[in-house]
């Protein structure tokens, strides 16, 4: 299948490029000033797992090769992006290109760091992005109302029914909701999806927090992080709140440490990461996140010339996911043998495995299973 990507976006000085650094160990500028990344970077970044790299080990692999997630780093996004204000309408049209989006937000406090509004406020960051792509959706739904309005008049029962689902989406718009919060039928989807809307696209938020610094989700922090009237720093609560409202995915992670370690492996890693404070690898939840929000599984081939993990949208035949080693799968496909690769991996061989006969042989329509290990026969 065709590479899908995940756009990064986010106001100016919240630590975009640092992550994109991170996430693809490949320099773009990281300055502290707003709109120094001008043309969207790409990087392509593998997908951690697991048990891809036992099932290489099982079968001597002389190569493995993991599934790829394409990572595409968009610049700072103002108020009044969806006016021309900034880059904006640069930024915009990137942003349609890109299959999903992950939204970074701020979520530590360091005078040292310009934020563009002068207060760390995660929600009302949230709200002005999310705004932003809202009044971009609007233009586009109206612009597409008006010009259906002929083929209406004139009874067009395609028009008609396109029509109908649109003033349902204008609606919505209009009420500052994401268009991917709507509830719409497959039928209805269809027609949503032609228009490419960017608020229709799957979203996740990416919460950067600083190692060792003040942040928003550590209690230690928020107990000195008042209000002048010494009223409790609400600011994480509310942002919880946003998001189970919302029913929003969310992943915390440090940037800057994952950023400066992105050169180390294993325990050398960990250790310098609890020397600059952090605790997790945020950037792996990430990459899996964000391939879980493009609706991607993965299945596996292995051998001894090479392990691979193949990426498939998730509720896809045998046939078609044939496709993604070859388009001449779907055609040609015969038949499928499939094991699960934890059965595999407990069996220590096919050979094994087929004895116990947890190798089944699967016809075209079989769908695929996240974790299935798989030989097509063509």
Known sequence: M???????????????????????????????????????????????DER????????????????????????GLVKGAADGEGLGNKFLSNIREVDAIVEVVRIFEDDNIIHVHNQINPVGDIEVINFELILVDQETVSKRINNLQKDVKAGKKEAVFENEVLAKVEAHIKMGKLVN????????????????????????????????????????????????QGMNDTRWQDLMEFFKREKAQYVVIDAGIENELKDLEGEEKEMFRAELGGKDDGIDNLIKSGYKLLNLITYFTTGEDETRAWTVLRDSTASVAGQAIHTDFKDKFIRAEVVFNEDLLKCGSHASAREKGLVRTEGKEYVVKDGDVIEFKI
């Open 52 to 75: 891809l790299w036992k099932l290489s080990t099982l079968s001597k692999s002389a190569k493995t090769i993991p599934a790829v997630v394409e990572f595409v780093d968009i610049a």
């Open 2 to 48: 065709s590479s899908l990507s995940i756009g990064i976006v986010g106001l100016p000085n919240v630590g975009k490029s640092t992550l994109f650094n991170a996430l693809t160990k490949k320099a773009v500028p990281a300055e502290n000033y707003p709109f120094c990344t001008i043309d969207p970077s790409v990087g392509i970044v593998p997908v951690p």
């Open 181 to 228: 919060s709507l509830e719409l039928d497959e039928k209805e989807r269809l027609v949503v999806k032609m228009l490419n809307l960017l608020t229709f696209k799957p979203i996740m938020y990416a919460l950067n927090k600083k190692g060792g610094g003040k942040n928003l989700d550590d209690p230690s922090s928020r107990a000195e992080l008042t209000t002048g």
